[in-house]
């Protein structure tokens, strides 16, 4: 299961957003990506996104959405390139980010092994928690199987949070 958390935060301009979006919706539309979908155990993943801002302000943008075959991958890539931002300003809560994605795992219509949320941030969090701490804490409670990762890094890296 694997939650895709857009930053809308008050840092974030279009040129941004339009960045968040495209990079996702081009993953979709990789081969390579797809191949390694296939590859798991099941050869499908169940995916949704999310946009974020502040501590309560968070909103589902993508239904869950089931991904194994090039059909349902370029349905979820177009789903992601044309949908329009629906939150604007706010701080920046990664953490609300992170708890708002854990609440909609329970909303899933399909159960998977692993849970991923992949967080999306243009700047620090700007909240008391740091995401690093409070994802662990979270992550520890939910489930054993969940898989934790944070950095600070380049618009390119791969890692589960990644700040441009």
Not at 67 to 89: H, N, Q, V, Y
Not at 103 to 115: D, F, H, K, M
Request: with cysteine; aromatic share 6%; charged share 20%.
């Amino acid at each position: 299961m694997q939650n895709l958390a857009v930053d809308v935060s008050g840092s974030v301009d279009q040129a941004r957003f339009e960045l968040q979006k495209q990079g996702y919706a081009g993953a979709f539309r990789n081969r390579q990506v797809l191949n390694a979908i296939r590859s798991g155990p099941s050869q499908a993943i169940s995916v949704t996104m999310v946009q974020w801002t502040g501590p309560a302000l968070q909103i589902q943008v993508v239904p869950w959405t089931r991904i194994g075959d090039e059909e349902s991958a370029t349905a979820l890539a177009d789903a992601i390139a044309a949908g329009p931002r629906r939150l604007f300003g706010g701080g920046t809560s990664i953490s609300g980010a992170i708890d708002y994605a854990m609440t909609l795992w329970r909303t899933s219509p399909y159960q998977g092994t692993r849970r991923v949320i992949d967080v999306s941030a243009t700047e620090r969090t700007t909240e008391a928690v740091p995401p690093r701490s409070h994802a662990t804490k979270r992550y520890a409670k939910a489930s054993p199987s969940t898989a934790c990762r944070s950095s600070r890094s380049s618009p390119t890296s791969t890692a589960t949070t990644r700040t441009m």
